[in-house]
């Protein structure tokens, strides 16, 4: 239940919003509410027609703006400084067959762009980081800030003859006659050659597999 | 979704400043087209309550700039205030028109504005018909009683206590419905609504003193 007081302050609100929507129409007359305290009605009407709305000078509104505007370029530049550590990271350069560096004097491909120390990133990318670095990024291509891809390149080129070098080898040792007897008694039995004649490595096996001792 | 009124529950809407607000903070040179839209609202709740244009632009120029600097967390604390469902639990609503964006600017304005005057304690306001009520030289009959009756319509508002005086001037300068003057003030819609109708007799007492 409403007390008195909240009932007319819920009757008030009700005048002054049909007050400003009728204002909002261009409505000749205020509403009326014959149940309201005609004092109210009166200084509703006349707050309304009294406290108008202020602007600011036209000098003072463009001063914040442009001061508005600088400090979210700062702001968009700061947080493009710390996207772009993780682009940069994440592209690696890379150089076709045949074409050569910025540099060189021939063009780069078209859906690459130089950016900055030897890394190549996508046009739209380098556009965006371009617009908002103070100095332009150098366009040269450094040969000597290149990655040492032939280190990786000779890396593999050392294992692989390593591992011809050990197979080697153990074909050689394996082809080799040993000197010593007991190499070749080891030998001989893995051979078969225990075994008495005309039975063989064959009769050897499928003793084996028979639990069968000679 | 805002907690339903006293009234009872309305459907959801959307805040009609979401897509300046998104493209603000997808790129703050954006930002421009909310502080165009609001400028005068916010200079004008400034102005009114520290009665002097420098002040004004002062506290204008804070709370643009704390609502650009600001504008990343703006959403996550509009959720939260939803999800709160009002200002210290007190069920609010917002009108179809309205602003999550223009309350919580209010809200750093209100802010400001309090530091501003608690800063400047010590100087002196002049009052703000002194800066309004020189007449212009080619100042016509209906605009100089315009002149005055607004010169007397604020005058009866200063004499008003501060938190009345707050909801008139959000109400009638800058618009805003009671719910929207709820959350900038932390107050319940109840309160605004009575704050605003002690506000309107104690005014139209004042203006009956000054006929008579």
């Given at each position: ?87 940069a990271s994440s592209i690696a350069p890379f150089r076709a067959p045949g074409v050569a560096a910025?540099g060189d ?7 690459l762009?130089v950016?900055g120390e030897g890394v190549a ?19 040269r291509l450094s040969l000597a800030a290149r990655p040492s891809r032939p280190l990786v390149v000779g890396g593999v080129g050392v294992a692989s003859a390593a591992i011809s070098i050990g ?48 | ?212």
């Amino acid at each position: 239940m409403l007390g008195g007081a909240s009932r007319d302050a819920r009757r008030t609100e009700r005048y002054l919003d049909g007050l400003m929507e009728a204002e909002e129409r261009g409505a000749a007359a205020a509403p009326m509410d014959l149940d309201l305290d005609p004092a109210v009605l009166l200084a509703a009407r006349e707050l309304r027609a009294g406290l108008v709305r202020v602007h600011p000078s036209f000098r003072f509104e463009e001063g914040l703006a442009a001061r508005l505007a600088q400090t979210a370029g700062e702001a968009r530049r700061a947080r493009n400084e710390q996207a772009a550590p993780a682009a940069a990271s994440s592209i690696a350069p890379f150089r076709a067959p045949g074409v050569a560096a910025a540099g060189d004097g021939v063009a780069a491909p078209a859906g690459l762009a130089v950016v900055g120390e030897g890394v190549a990133a996508p046009a739209g990318l380098a556009a965006m980081r371009d617009s908002f670095a103070a100095p332009a990024a150098p366009r040269r291509l450094s040969l000597a800030a290149r990655p040492s891809r032939p280190l990786v390149v000779g890396g593999v080129g050392v294992a692989s003859a390593a591992i011809s070098i050990g197979a080697v080898y153990v074909a050689w040792r394996w082809s080799r006659a040993s000197q010593s007897p007991m190499v070749r008694a080891v030998r001989a039995g893995r051979s078969g050659r225990t075994y008495a004649s005309g039975h063989g490595r064959r009769a050897a096996v499928l003793h084996g597999i028979l639990g069968v001792m000679p | 979704m805002f907690g339903s009124s006293e009234e009872g529950a309305r459907p959801a809407r959307l805040d009609r400043d979401r897509g300046l607000v998104e493209a603000a903070r997808r790129d703050p040179a954006c930002f421009d087209a909310l502080y165009r839209k609001y400028l005068a609202q916010v200079y004008s709740y400034a102005f009114y309550e520290l009665r002097d244009h420098h002040a004004a632009e002062d506290a204008t120029e804070r709370v643009f700039m704390q609502a650009l600097t600001g504008l990343p967390r703006f959403e996550e604390r509009a959720d939260s205030f939803i999800r709160a469902g009002g200002v210290g639990g007190a069920a609010v609503e917002i009108p179809v028109d309205a602003s999550t964006f223009r309350v919580w600017l209010f809200r750093i304005a209100r802010n400001v504005v309090a530091n501003e005057r608690r800063r400047d304690r010590r100087r002196p306001a002049a009052p703000l018909e002194h800066a309004s009520g020189l007449a212009a030289a080619d100042d016509t009959f209906e605009s100089a009683a315009a002149r005055e009756a607004g010169s007397a319509a604020w005058q009866a508002v200063a004499r008003l206590p501060e938190d009345r005086r707050r909801a008139v001037v959000l109400r009638f300068v800058d618009e805003m419905s009671t719910a929207e003057i709820a959350e900038v003030l932390g107050r319940s819609e109840g309160a605004v609504r009575v704050l605003l109708h002690r506000a309107l007799r104690s005014v139209a007492a004042d203006l009956r003193e000054r006929l008579s």
